[in-house]
């Protein structure tokens, strides 16, 4: 059954600092891999979708890398903002395309 | 376009009782998945449809089922409640080949 980790599981950073979310999962045998971010008590939003043959995507400040070998994905969030605060979900889609498997969510917090 | 919307967005049952919950998806849009999300084990997956067929289905009880309409709408429906079935609710629907999943707000459910 495929597992998703994340880690760290919260962060507090100040405004403007660049940061690094990871996430990794234990079956390489996947469809593609999101970001999401969500809001308390909200939706998810996606941000950034890496398909199982490409490297990295890149949206404005996010940058997502996958290493499908190991079982990594990495988010990088420059320059962070106040408006960044939210949970981040890594999600891995199985290979038919029809489920997607969580992690448990990175909670960021950027102060001002 | 609209995006996936659900209905209701807030709903207070009691044990014992049943409900159904409401998924239209963005239009186009021919799979529509359903997951439940809880504090303790973040998102799950429930099952995914796709042209009125379910294609597969999470670990979940017999209690938890759902069908999706000729016009892609799908219903979830969860019979005999239970206190543990509190949860947010979300429905994501898919175009087809990139898999990217698209995310409703959720309903969220309370079981008293």
């Known amino acids: 059954k495929q597992e998703v980790t994340q880690i760290p599981a919260a962060l507090s950073v100040p405004e403007g600092e660049n940061l690094v979310l990871n996430c990794s999962f234990t079956d390489s045998a996947i469809y593609n891999l999101q970001w999401f971010r969500q809001d308390p008590g909200k939706g998810l939003t996606s941000l950034l979708l890496?398909?199982?043959?490409?490297r990295e995507q890149t949206s404005g400040r996010l940058n997502a890398s996958l290493d499908k070998s190991s079982g990594r994905s990495t988010l990088y969030i420059a320059a962070s903002q106040p408006g960044d605060s939210a949970t981040y979900l890594c999600a891995v889609l199985d290979q038919a395309g029809t489920a997607l498997f969580f992690g448990k969510g990175t909670t960021l917090s950027v102060s001002s | 376009k609209a995006g996936v919307t659900q209905t209701p967005r807030y709903l207070i049952k009691t044990r014992g009782q049943q409900v159904t919950l409401s998924c239209s998806p963005i239009?186009?849009?021919?799979?529509v998945s359903w997951y439940q999300q809880t504090p303790g084990q973040g998102l799950q997956f429930l099952f995914e449809y796709f042209s009125e067929t379910q294609r597969n289905k999470g670990n979940f009880p017999g209690r938890f089922s759902g069908r999706q309409f000729s016009n892609s709408r799908s219903e979830m429906n969860v019979s005999t409640l239970e206190l543990g079935d509190s949860a947010l609710y979300l429905c994501a629907s898919s175009q087809g080949t990139s898999g990217e999943q698209f995310f409703g707000p959720g309903t969220r459910l309370t079981v008293l």
């Open positions: 239009s186009g849009h021919r799979s």
């Open positions: 890496i398909q199982s043959s490409q």
